[in-house]
């Protein structure tokens, strides 16, 4: 297998801006979902998730980049996707998500300078105000586009938290090295 190029995809100072990160906030719907909601014959929440996505949150935490979701629902769908990807912070059901972030940067020992979040809708904005990065996905409501910092190619659920996974990847000096692990040296 020939050794693969690593395109340059993300600004210099975007990489820059994203170096200090090493907490990554997440919205679920419309951000690791395509915001759709779907419910099965008895009421149940469904959700579909997409791979890329969860291999880029697996990504972060092998590089010690941790990730937490808060979002304004909670299923049980949600709670086993999470799960499966080992994502240890959650908060579910809160429209207030600023407090919720707040209490886990404390926990962690971190301040927002550290911080980055992606997030689609009204709900999500005093979290990505503070964020030292703020993104967004293509579909996010046109009040947090102008907030981003990034708005990604790809869209929620279909690997926005991905890209921004990548984006973190490469700002952090990480990513050709896991490249070249996943494609057995030849990255």
Do not use: N
Not at 4 to 9: K, N, S
Not at 26 to 38: A, K, P, R, S
Not at 87 to 102: D, M, S
């Amino acid at each position: 297998m020939p050794a693969i190029a690593i395109a340059p995809r993300f600004a210099h100072s975007l990489l820059v801006q994203a170096e200090p990160v090493r907490l990554l906030f997440l919205d679920v719907d419309g951000v690791l979902t395509d915001g759709g909601l779907y419910y099965g014959p008895e009421g149940e929440q469904l959700k579909r998730f997409h791979t890329l996505d969860g291999h880029g949150i697996k990504l972060l935490a092998q590089v010690g980049i941790e990730v937490a979701v808060i979002t304004g629902r909670d299923s049980a769908a949600l709670r086993l996707r999470l799960q499966a990807l080992g994502v240890r912070h959650a908060v579910y059901g809160t429209e207030h998500k600023l407090p919720a972030a707040e209490q886990l940067l404390r926990s962690l020992g971190l301040g927002w300078a550290q911080a980055a979040a992606m997030g689609d809708d009204w709900p999500d904005l005093p979290v990505l105000g503070h964020s030292a990065l703020a993104c967004a996905p293509p579909g996010a409501h046109e009040e947090v586009k102008a907030l981003a910092h990034y708005t990604t190619q790809a869209a929620g659920g279909q690997g926005a938290v991905r890209e921004l996974c990548d984006l973190l990847l490469m700002a952090h000096g990480h990513y050709g090295a896991l490249l070249q692990q996943a494609t057995g040296g030849q990255g």
